[in-house]
């Protein structure tokens, strides 16, 4: 009698470790990282003014920010807009990449990471049973 499968522990998103090493990488090379988000994004406070087609590009260079912080789940920043102080807060889903203004070297992050990491995985198919064997002729198809 075999043992049931030992489900996997769902590994985290790779979004927030690739955002701050790359971050990093950009800012060590004397490039400027620019952070585009999903401005529609539930939870994302960005200047709704600077909002097109529901994104904002956002200038993340130390800078052009105060208090930058950069966590596993959200990303968040003080920075002045026209002139006045603003608290940007950016949770990682609605993160959709970030890219080098100089080279335009950058990386564009799945959109359903999150909600991959978020579902369970499907039951596995059982496997028939290996004692009957396949009846009829077998046959191969050309497929292109």
């Known amino acids: 009698m075999t043992e049931p499968p030992v489900p996997k ?5 790779k979004r927030p470790y690739l955002l701050r090493a790359l ?8 490039q400027t990282p620019y952070l585009v988000v999903d401005a529609a994004y539930p ?5 709704e003014e600077h909002v097109q087609d529901d994104r904002i590009t956002l200038n ?5 920010t105060s208090n930058l912080a950069m966590g596993n789940d959200e990303v968040s920043f003080d920075a002045r807009f026209g002139g006045a102080a603003r608290r940007i807060f950016i949770p ?5 990449g970030i ?3 100089e080279s335009g070297e950058g990386l564009v992050f799945p959109v359903d990471e999150y909600t991959a990491a978020d579902s369970t995985p499907a039951e596995p198919e059982p496997d028939p049973d290996p ?7 077998p046959s191969l198809k050309v497929v292109k």
């Open 9 to 13: 522990p769902a590994l985290p998103p």
């Open 23 to 30: 971050h990093q990488w950009m800012t060590d090379n004397n």
């Open 43 to 47: 939870g994302v406070a960005v200047p």
């Open 60 to 64: 993340l260079s130390y800078s052009a």
């Open 92 to 96: 990682l889903p609605a993160v959709l």
């Open 99 to 101: 890219y080098a203004r």
């Open 131 to 137: 004692a009957v064997p396949p009846r009829g002729r």
